[in-house]
T-cell receptor
Framework: DGGITQSPKYLFRKEGQNVTLSCEQN?????MYWYRQDPGQGLRLIYY???????QKGDIAEGYSVSREKKESFPLTVTSAQKNPTAFYLC?????????????FGEGSRLTVL | GEDVEQSLFLSVREGDSSVINCTYT??????LYWYKQEPGAGLQLLTY?????DMKQDQRLTVLLNKKDKHLSLRIADTQTGDSAIYFC???????????FGSGTRLQVQP
């Protein structure tokens, strides 16, 4: 079945460590996105990518990094510079970067900093 | 800048209609969306409406758009306990190239 796979589903990190969240899609979508969700705050855009080897910062990019070496993959690294990394992270993809298609989401990764 | 506002909570009885409201500020929004999120899961696209439409109906779901007031609503007819979830509205503009989401409305359906 086509879809978006995020891993791991749960991740625990000690302060000062970098962690990488995986996002893979087999929908042949051009655009991919990372959002962060905190309770009562909705989703906030971290990074997005419209094509391979290109990506743009979203609203809260500080302390995060991404790469887009392959169309189907868009990993997110949460660095030690991110001051409050505990959150639910959602990856999404779309056929085009705007238009009626909307975004298709993965099941999310919950990161907890101990 | 862009801003999308929703009320945080709505409680209804099973079988009643639910109406979830959303306001947005970007008058250049081209598409507006409704997503559903169940606990611990990702977001599921329910429906969307193009900005030149006033209404869209899809089975139990009715979307109303008042572009003048920048107001969007989602009506769920015959609400069931399985409809209990968080509902997000989101807007898309050509320049933004990503969706801007509201904070979500938690719908609780009482049996």
């Amino acid at each position: 079945d086509g879809g978006i796979t995020q891993s791991p589903k749960y991740l625990f990190r000690k302060e000062g460590q970098n962690v990488t969240l995986s996002c893979e899609q087999n929908l042949n979508h051009d655009a991919m996105y990372w959002y962060r969700q905190d309770p009562g705050q909705g989703l906030r855009l971290i990074y997005y990518s419209q094509i391979v080897n290109d990506f743009q910062k979203g609203d809260i990019a500080e302390g995060y990094s991404v790469s887009r070496e392959k169309k189907e993959s868009f990993p997110l690294t949460v660095t030690s510079a991110q001051k409050n990394p505990t959150a639910f992270y959602l990856c999404a993809s779309s056929i085009v970067t705007s238009g009626s298609g909307g975004l298709f989401f993965g099941e999310g990764s919950r990161l907890t900093v101990l | 800048g862009e801003d999308v506002e929703q009320s945080l909570f709505l409680s209804v009885r099973e079988g009643d209609s639910s109406v979830i409201n959303c306001t947005y500020t970007d008058s250049s929004s081209t598409y507006l969306y409704w997503y559903k999120q169940e606990p611990g899961a990702g977001l599921q696209l329910l429906t969307y409406i193009f900005s030149n439409m006033d209404m869209k109906q899809d089975q139990r779901l009715t979307v109303l758009l008042n572009k003048k007031d920048k107001h969007l609503s989602l009506r769920i007819a015959d609400t069931q306990t399985g409809d209990s979830a968080i509902y997000f509205c989101a807007e898309s503009t050509g320049g933004r190239r990503a969706l801007t989401f509201g904070s979500g409305t938690r719908l609780q359906v009482q049996p």
